[in-house]
């Protein structure tokens, strides 16, 4: 019965279909029926399902996701013909980031990043200590009206409103809560479950290092340095370098990271310290996440204590923890990796029901059960 339970509950069904089954099995509610469906019989199986369920993406909602940022994106490459107060637009340079970009994003979508990149129109730019400023020249009107009162200087804070007050104008969002949030324009549509950061960026021509980069607002009215690209290309290539088995690995432990059982990493650091850890393996990571996080939790639990340099060389030590919670990171990563390890010599044993009731006293009560 447990089998088919699973079968039926893999696919997307109506209401009334499900009803249908619980009926048919003998089950008395539809939180009896996803119970059972969560019951299994092998580590593997408890897996496949966890990451099925609870921490991959959904496939559909990510499409929808896709069609709906592309949508979007469209809309704000008409503004400046219909607002000639619209900066121009170098569009050719826009990118997406962020972890759902990467693809490195758990359950559940709550966010897309996108960068719009606008023309610079001849601007130059000039790197202090602490930020960035960008000077505009009197002829270029749609900047110009941007800048700090009396100044040639680009404030960022006038270029996020300006964005804002174009996305105000598309009828479609037109009901949507759109505001300023620091270092974007955060739309927040009723219809879907996430939001979108809207992050405006000039690029760059090459410096005497012969690098480029993207300038974003650094929240306090002026610039700063990015470049999403380096994120990108890192996580692909590790994750190649490693038959593509690193992703998976990636966003099992954000989920782990974010049960309340300690402080949590900030998803952008705890993605940098695994791949920390896999850039130095020549073994190659295994297609079976449960042999994985053993190794990643011993990781962690020294890994936290030190500096986590930025790919991108640009922000230095991203490990801002404080000590206190270091240590309670690195006591629960330490105690997870022991109980791993348990669960794997469990399985190795044959003692699947033990092996995952250890792996459930890691992951959570949404971890799959022992039929």
Sequence with gaps: MHELIRELGSQEMPHLALTCIIKTLNVDSL???????????????????????????DPDETQQ????????????????????????????????????????????????????????????????????????????????????DNTNTLSSRKVINKLIDSLNQVPQYEKADIKR???????????????????????????????????????QGHWKKTDPRIDRNRVTEVNQD???NVLSVIRLMKYWNRRPTMPSICSYLIENIILDFYSTQYTKASGYVDLEVPKVLNYIH???FYSVNDPKGIQGNINQLGREDQDKISKRAYSDYLKSLEARDAEEKGNHKLSITKWKEIFGSNFPTYT
């Design 31 to 57: 939180e009896s029926y996803y119970t059972l469906r969560n019951m299994v019989k092998t580590v593997n199986e408890a897996f496949s399902i966890f990451l099925r369920d609870y921490v991959n993406l």
């Design 65 to 148: 996701a896709r069609s709906s940022r592309d949508w979007l994106l469209s809309q704000i490459h008409l503004f400046p013909d219909k607002d000639l107060s619209f900066p121009r637009l170098y569009s050719e340079k826009d990118i997406f980031f962020g972890s759902f970009a990467r693809r490195t994003k758990k359950r559940d979508l709550d966010d897309i990043d996108m960068m719009i990149a606008l023309g610079a129109e001849g601007g130059v730019y000039h790197e202090f200590t602490n930020k960035i400023e960008i000077y505009v020249s009197d002829s270029t009107h749609r900047l110009k009206a941007l800048c700090f």
């Design 181 to 219: 949030n620091m270092e974007a324009a955060t739309l927040n549509l009723k219809s879907y479950p996430w939001t979108f950061d809207l992050v405006p960026c000039f690029f760059t021509q090459k410096d005497w290092l012969n690098k480029d980069y993207y300038l974003i607002p650094d929240g």
């Design 242 to 244: 490693h038959d593509g």
């Design 302 to 304: 020294t890994a936290i």
